[in-house]
Each structure stands twice: as structure tokens, then as C-alpha cells.
């Protein structure tokens, strides 16, 4: 069901599933990419990076890159014409290391040349004279006053407590583990890049793949000492994110270098620079105890998790409160003691990744459910459905839960679907696949669940809104819809869902939706499961105060737009074209979702998010428990997206958040030993590839929201995070092992 109509409906509105004017080129390889950016007198950038995880710089000596042919600029920290510091939410970063590095990979100095390979090579004969200093690099570690400090004021990013009922209950049926989940990464396929041109007002013009263009333009124009109006962003082509681009890269250092050689200059990072050159998922320590009635009903939950956040804050704070705020899950709990740390450490920077701490959350409280279950002898979804919540029922932090939680409806219909058969002889259908490790001996099958809850769009009281500006104008005799909006595309499909709702809207099939840049209000970030929510919300919004005004000009209130006619009830009141006659008509809108609090500091409790989305999974996994390789023969998924408004997007989303929840599970870690990355290259950190991603059976649950813009709910999201726990306890189930780590490795089930 859905809670609201809209105006009319097209060939291509919303509901349908109309081609992205992107995809055709993109999987032709005709897109252009921020990495393909170029400009007249274009110079290249370039980034020394410190090799260490913690040192103090004692002398860096600039001689032999400013001697280096073709050389234009070579700068350090000195250069920063700004603000020195910069941060999506605390800006303790430095653009330029000063007088210290916190992390191996850190900028310590700028070049650029007229070539990029003479960019590297200058780069690379800075002398940097370090006092090298013993990292910090253990999560737990850095909570003990005892341990160096990172930063000048401690270790300790944020505390979130979460005190719900009596925090002494008690209960007959006690299950007590500890989890932990390796650092994740995006593994977007287009690197870090981007374009700075000068301009003769003396500012810049930025041409960068982002997540948030406003949250960019603020930082940079700080750093470079400039009024916001004269830097100016435009969304290039970005190519992925799952959040590893909503913090600044090279923004700010690309424009350094255009502004003190005069000349375009371009910055693109390598694979391996990338690695350095952005944040990723928080490794996490959890401790659970969960205590139920011999019911299996939940009585209390206790919980302890700690993020390991790095070198530098990034939205580290953020995370955590997402962490213990969803912490005990899609579940019913009457007493609640749970506290979520956030800490630096001189591992790589972490801040936001597709789950946003509720990854971390989710794979500790299934793997307790399982366990619980296993204790009572229940099935393991009964258990989940008997503590499932339900709508007036209340979260940790005392929020009450509105609009449809249909929990147990998603576990059954994942559980209810048929199970694939038995595995052939098809090498392919084993676990090492054609590598011909096996053939069918010591191979074992098993079955899990998992099921999660996410927050959609941004929390605790922060004034989470969108800009759009909408145009009807006639153009070659048809009247037209310009959309323009600072929403960054990142893949996710908002350029058609904004060209959808303004046909929706507005009865006009020819939308065209303009280039995102920093000449109209934020959007905000495409982050959070949100640009559809909240921008798509401005979109029909300002569409719909476009149509107030045409049918005050015709005077008819009563009429609808249609198939670019003015329409009442008796039929065509005025051609479009005819309307506007008397000069096109533009509109801007900034539109807010319902208002969010803060969290009491002292107990949690507050109404921290605008609205949660849920998805299950049931996943089925075959097991060699000879040599601990582990195939997933198929994933049966089922969420409730409130509206599709692109129904075919809707089930790309949920089956690429899956395939990223299954990398998690069985092998995607970026390796950090010492403070330092050990594996920064796709041959080393490994991602499915299409032979890895099984079959999906997806069922989609359209239950409107009736706060949200067509009742829809955030989509991205939610089959990230409870695809990793329903995988690992399908590998569980197979091997009887307790397997309390994710990535699950070969020596996790062999013993080796």
C-alpha cells in the first residue's frame, strides 16, 4: 500500500522502470569519468605520502623535486592559504601533515608537473627526515588513559550510552559472546580524481567525483582562504562510493596547485594511492550478553562496542551512535545497557561505508540470536519473529517505532522459499569452483538468516534538507522540465528517479535533469539511503509548486497536469504550451523530512532517526570442512522499500548491497598490521566477482511510509547489513563452529 497519489502518471513516472540516460554509455565504456577530465594547459598532481603510521617530521627538503624538469609547484603545509585543518564533522585533518604524521599514507607535500609520471617522480625526491614513534594501533588499547595519545586531547572520539528499563534485570536464559569485524573497504572502481581550474576572479572551479558537493565546497574554500562564492563544484562522473567519497581526498590540494601555477590541474590516484586515499568501514570489537525467559523472549540486552575510528575523526561520530542506537536489532527488548565507543588510533582513517556502523551491530546481535536459539532448542527465525518489533513499539533509545515493521513477514517469506537442490557434479557448483580442489567429499551444506534495521537520512537533531529548482519551459514546441539539484549520482540511479517524479509531477514526458554543482542550495549528501527520501522530496516539491502556478494562471485549481495538457474533470482546460506563453515558470524549494532530536548524553534516549528500513535474508552455503572453502549456493532476500518508484533499480540495489554484505562475510579485509596496509591493490583485497555472487531470489514488500514522499523508504543500504550474519551462520550451521570473525578465512574452519 501507499499512502499518497501523485498527480498523474506517464509512460515513464514513477513505478515504472525507465532506462538511465547513463547506462548505456557506462556499459559501453562511452561515460566520462572524473579520471578523464582534461583542459587546455592542463598540469598533473601529485601526492607524497608519509611511510610511516606515526613519526614527527624533524626536515623535509624540497630541493630535488623543484629541480626536476617540468616541474610548476611543490608545496607543504606552509602553503595552505586557509585553514590548515579540514573534517566532515570535526576538523582535526591537516590538508598537509604539520610537524607530525598520524597514519601511514598521510599527505605530507604536493606536486605538479606537466606530466604525470614527472608529477610522481619529483614527488618521490622530497626528503622527509622523520622521528619515527611507536603507533598506536590497538581499538581496546587506546581507551586505557595509560596509552599515548593520538591527538593532544585523548584517544576517545565519543561515548554513546544506551540506558532503556532496569539495567540490573535478569533473566533464566543467559548467551554472552565477542565479535569482531575487519576493516572493510568501498572498492569503487574509479579512483580518487579530479579537475582544478583557476579563475580570473581569483578563485577555482572544481570539477571532482563526490558524494556532497556543499559538504566539499565549505572545507575547501576554508582551506584555501576563499568566500564559498568563489570556489565553485561541479559533479563530475563518479564512479562508485558506498561512502568512501563523502570525505574530502584531493580536493583541496588539486586547487592549491591551480591557484599557485595559474594552470589546470588534474589529480588522479592510483589503486594503491587510493587505498591511502580514503576512509573505510570502522573494524569493530563487540561484546554481547543477551538474556531471555524460557520463551525465548528477550528480557535484556548488554552490549559494549568499540570502533576504531584512526588517525582522524571523519563521521566517526556518527557511526557509533548509528552502532548502539541499532545495536540490539529489529528486536523487542524491555531492558537495555549498551555503550559504543569511538576511538582514535594510528590505523588508516574510517568514517562512512554502506551500513554506517550498523554492519558491525548487526553481524553481533544475529550471531547472539543464533546462539539463543541453539540454547532453547528453537528454530532460529521463530525466535526472531516471537521478539520481533512491531509498530508502537519503542527502540533502545525509548524512540517509538511508526509507519510498518513488518520483521517477522520479511523472516518468513525468506525462510517460506523453496531450497535450491542438491549440488552437481559441475565443478563450478563446489567450493574452489574449477580450480578442481574438490569433488564433492568433505563438503557440507547449511542454512542461516539474518535480518537488520538502518536509520534512513541523517540523525540526532541535524537539519538534514534538500534544494531543487524546478523549470517548465517550452523548448522546440513541447513544453520541457529542467530539474537542478546538487545531488551527487553516484551510480545509485537519482538522475532517472528525479527526471521520474517531475514527469510524475507535472504531466511532461521531456525532463532533463541538470549537471549537480554548487550554483543551487545543497542537497546534501548521497549517503544514508537518503537523496531519494529528502531530494526526491524537494523535487516533487518544488514540481508541485510549479503546478500551483499554472493552474492559478488558467484558474483552476481543481485541474491536474496531463500528457502536457492542463486537465479537470471535464476534460482539457489549456494546452502547456499555451500556458506558457507568458514567460516560463522556475521554482526553488528547500524541503525538510519530520524533525529529529539529540541524544540525551547521559542515557540515549531521544528520537534520533526520521525513519528505518529492514530487510532479511536467508542464505544456503556449501562448505569443504577439509580445506575451509566456502561457496554460497544462492541467498533468498526480501525487504520492504515502502514505494518502488524504480522498480528495476529498487532489485539492483538490494543485490549489490547483498553482494558487498557476502564480500564482508567471506573475503573482503584490507589488512593492517603495525598501522600499515598490507594489501592495497584488487590482487591482494579481493571482491566477489560474478562467478562469487550467487543466484538471488529477492521479494520486495511495498508498505508506504505515510511521512515519506510516496511512502518509499531508503533501498541502498539494509542488504548490506544483514546479508554478512545470515552467511556466516549458514557457514555455521555447516561446520558447527562458532566463527565469532568476519571475513570468515580458510584457517577459521580447519583449524590451520
Not at 43 to 60: C, D, F, K, Y
Not at 65 to 84: M, N, Q, S
Not at 679 to 701: E, G, H, K
Not at 721 to 729: D, K, M
Amino acid at each position: 500500500m501507499t499512502t499518497t497519489t501523485p498527480a498523474t502518471v506517464t509512460s515513464s513516472g514513477i513505478g515504472t522502470s525507465p532506462l538511465r540516460p547513463d547506462g548505456t554509455l557506462k556499459v559501453t565504456g562511452e561515460f566520462a569519468f572524473s579520471s578523464d577530465l582534461w583542459a587546455d594547459r592542463m598540469l598533473w598532481g601529485a601526492t607524497l605520502r608519509s611511510p610511516h603510521p606515526r613519526a614527527r617530521i624533524l626536515r623535509i627538503d624540497l630541493t630535488g623535486a623543484v629541480a626536476t624538469t617540468g616541474v610548476h609547484a611543490v608545496l607543504t603545509a606552509e602553503d595552505v592559504p586557509g585553514h590548515k585543518r579540514y573534517g566532515l564533522e570535526h576538523r582535526d585533518q591537516p590538508v598537509l601533515a604539520m610537524g607530525q604524521v598520524r597514519y601511514a599514507g598521510e599527505p605530507v607535500a604536493i606536486v605538479a608537473a606537466d606530466h604525470p609520471e614527472t608529477a610522481r617522480r619529483a614527488a618521490a625526491r622530497i626528503v622527509v627526515e622523520y622521528e619515527v614513534l611507536p603507533p598506536v594501533v590497538d581499538g581496546e588499547a587506546a581507551l586505557d588513559p595509560a596509552t599515548d595519545k593520538v591527538h593532544d586531547a585523548g584517544n576517545l572520539l565519543r561515548h554513546v550510552p544506551i540506558r532503556k528499563g532496569d539495567p540490573a534485570a535478569t533473566a533464566p536464559v543467559v548467551v554472552t559472546g565477542e565479535y569482531e569485524v575487519g576493516m572493510q573497504d568501498q572498492a569503487f572502481l574509479g579512483p580518487e580524481s579530479g579537475l582544478a581550474i583557476p579563475a580570473e576572479d581569483g578563485g577555482v572551479d572544481l570539477f571532482i567525483a563526490t558524494q556532497w558537493l556543499h559538504g566539499d565546497l565549505g572545507q575547501v574554500a576554508d582551506c584555501l582562504g576563499l568566500p564559498p562564492e568563489k570556489v565553485r563544484l561541479s559533479l563530475a562522473g563518479v564512479g562508485g562510493a558506498f561512502g568512501g567519497r563523502e570525505d574530502v581526498s584531493m580536493q583541496v590540494h588539486a586547487c592549491m596547485l591551480a591557484l599557485h601555477t595559474g594552470r589546470p590541474v588534474k589529480m588522479v590516484y592510483s589503486r594503491e594511492e587510493s587505498f591511502f586515499g580514503h576512509v573505510h568501514r570502522h573494524p569493530a570489537r563487540l561484546a554481547y550478553e543477551h538474556g531471555a525467559d524460557e520463551d525465548g523472549r528477550l528480557v535484556y540486552v548488554r552490549a559494549r562496542i568499540v570502533l576504531d575510528g584512526g588517525a582522524y575523526a571523519s563521521t566517526s561520530m556518527a557511526v557509533v551512535a548509528n552502532a548502539t542506537t541499532l545495536g540490539i536489532g529489529p528486536y523487542r527488548v524491555p531492558n537495555v545497557t549498551m555503550d559504543g565507543y569511538a576511538v582514535y588510533t594510528n590505523n588508516p582513517p574510517c568514517g562512512a561505508m554502506r551500513g554506517f556502523g550498523a554492519v558491525q551491530a548487526c553481524f553481533a546481535y544475529e550471531s547472539q540470536m543464533d546462539r539463543l536459539a541453539e540454547r532453547l532448542g528453537l528454530d532460529p527465525v521463530e525466535l526472531r519473529a516471537r521478539n520481533a518489533i512491531e509498530p508502537g513499539d519503542t527502540m533502545p533509545t525509548g524512540q517509538v517505532v511508526e509507519g510498518p515493521a513488518p520483521v517477522a513477514e520479511l523472516l518468513r517469506l525468506v525462510r517460506d522459499r523453496p531450497l535450491p537442490g542438491a549440488t552437481g557434479d559441475d565443478l563450478r557448483e563446489l567450493p574452489g569452483g574449477v580450480a578442481n580442489t574438490t569433488h564433492g567429499e568433505g563438503v557440507r551444506r547449511g542454512v542461516g538468516y539474518g535480518i537488520g534495521i538502518k536509520n534512513v537520512g541523517f540523525s540526532e537533531g541535524f537539519d538534514d534538507y534538500s534544494t531543487a529548482r524546478v523549470r517548465l519551459e517550452v523548448v522546440g514546441g513541447e513544453p520541457a522540465v529542467v530539474v537542478h539539484t546538487a545531488a551527487a549520482e553516484v551510480g545509485q540511479g537519482l538522475v532517472t528517479v528525479q527526471a521520474q517524479i517531475a514527469r510524475t509531477e507535472l504531466g511532461v514526458e521531456q525532463v532533463t535533469v541538470a549537471t549537480a554543482d554548487t550554483s543551487v542550495g545543497s542537497a546534501g549528501s548521497s549517503s544514508a539511503s537518503r537523496q531519494t527520501y529528502v531530494t526526491g522530496g524537494a523535487v516533487r516539491a518544488a514540481c508541485a509548486a510549479v503546478r500551483d502556478e499554472v493552474l492559478r494562471r488558467v484558474g483552476r485549481t481543481d485541474a491536474t497536469l496531463e500528457g502536457g495538457r492542463v486537465v479537470a474533470a471535464e476534460g482539457v482546460v489549456a494546452d502547456l504550451v499555451d500556458v506558457l506563453a507568458a514567460g516560463p515558470i522556475e521554482r526553488t524549494v528547500e524541503w525538510r523530512h519530520r524533525p529529529t532530536s539529540p541524544l540525551d548524553p547521559a542515557t540515549g534516549q531521544g528520537d534520533a532517526h526520521v525513519q528505518y528500513a529492514f530487510a532479511a535474508h536467508r542464505a544456503v552455503v556449501d562448505v569443504d570442512v577439509d580445506l575451509g572453502l566456502v561457496r554460497v549456493v544462492e541467498i533468498a532476500t526480501a525487504q520492504d522499500v515502502g514505494r518502488a518508484l524504480h522498480p528495476q533499480s529498487v532489485r539492483g540495489q538490494i543485490a549489490g548491497g547483498t553482494a558487498q554484505g557476502l564480500g564482508l562475510a567471506v573475503m573482503e579485509e584490507i589488512q593492517v598490521v603495525d598501522g600499515k596496509i598490507r594489501n592495497p591493490s584488487f590482487t591482494d583485497y579481493l571482491i566477489p566477482t560474478i562467478l562469487d555472487v550467487p543466484p538471488m531470489r529477492i521479494d520486495v514488500l511495498e508498505l508506504g511510509d505515510p511521512s515519506a514522499p510516496y511512502g518509499l523508504r531508503g533501498v541502498g543500504e539494509p542488504p548490506t547489513i544483514s546479508s554478512t550474519p545470515a552467511i556466516v551462520a549458514a557457514i555455521r550451521a555447516a561446520t558447527g563452529l562458532p566463527l565469532k570473525r568476519v571475513p570468515v578465512r580458510p584457517e577459521h574452519l580447519t583449524g590451520t
